[in-house]
């Protein structure tokens, strides 16, 4: 089928997102980063405007000393901003929408609370989501390669055009 098979993604679903399982109890709709996704590429550009000069002068491939914790605090602003449509949780075997209340524990490291239902799910708000991104490292590594994942993006038609050949 060629580039298309290969390539060809369905803009209005990278706009509008695609739900993701993060494991057997979270799942979120993403919307791509970049691509049919325009608010993305704006505020990803705006945000990085005060930074661009330290940027060229590093070089391009190295990011300059000081710069490293904004630029993780840009992505997670344009991904909670822009990216994350939805978010959910099951509770007692039903998807609800919101995320699983936690707290840091003394070292810093984020541990589950016990909660009662949904009413008790963290709001789905941006600062929710960056504060969860920022707590989790590891599932905002997962969210960005989920985002950059093309076939999460494809068109139905290409999709069963695939099948066909």
């Known amino acids: 089928m060629g580039l298309s098979s290969s390539f060809g993604t369905d803009p209005q679903k990278e706009a509008d997102g695609a739900w993701f ?15 049919g ?4 590429d704006k505020l990803h550009t705006k945000l990085l ?9 590093g070089g391009g491939s190295k990011i300059p000393p000081g710069l490293v914790e904004p630029l993780k ?3 997670r602003m344009c991904y909670a ?14 998807w609800c929408d919101g995320i699983e209340p936690y707290e840091l524990n003394d070292d ?7 909660y009662d239902g949904a009413e008790s799910l963290l709001k789905i708000t941006e ?3 960056l504060k969860v991104l920022e707590d989790y490292p590891e ?10 994942d093309a076939a999460a993006f494809k068109d139905e038609m290409i999709e069963a055009m695939e099948g066909n050949s």
């Open 108 to 114: 810093g490291a984020p541990v589950a609370v016990a």
């Open 81 to 94: 901003r822009t990216v994350i449509a939805g978010w959910q949780t099951k509770v007692a075997g039903q």
């Open 127 to 129: 600062n929710n989501l």
């Open 49 to 57: 405007q005060p930074h661009m000069r330290r940027l060229r002068i």
């Open 139 to 148: 599932a905002f590594t997962t969210i960005m390669e989920l985002c950059g």
């Open 37 to 40: 996704n325009k608010e993305y």
């Open 73 to 75: 605090a840009i992505s």
């Open 21 to 35: 399982e993060l494991d057997e109890e979270t799942k979120v709709c993403l919307r791509r980063a970049g691509g």
